[in-house]
């Protein structure tokens, strides 16, 4: 098992970023009516996991895994 130097090397962070790819590229398809709404919903629930781990890496170790998605 490699040391975690950075949030990048956190496997739930990984996993976020491609679902987030994979959210942007499927919304890309969604009908113009529902790229306001809908899509736009979906795109910032996606980001919302990798935006926010960055942050809670910072924070104290204890504290750390605390903010993490349990297994």
Do not use: C
Request: avoid cysteine.
């Amino acid at each position: 098992m490699q040391p975690i130097l950075s949030f990048r090397d956190l496997i739930a962070w990984q996993k976020a970023m491609e679902l987030a790819d994979r959210i942007y590229a499927v919304t890309e398809n969604f009908p113009s009516r529902e790229w306001f709404a809908l899509a736009h919903e979906l795109k910032k629930s996606a980001v919302s996991i990798p935006s926010n781990t960055p942050e809670g890496h910072l924070l104290r170790k204890g504290s750390y895994a605390h903010h993490l998605p349990n297994p």
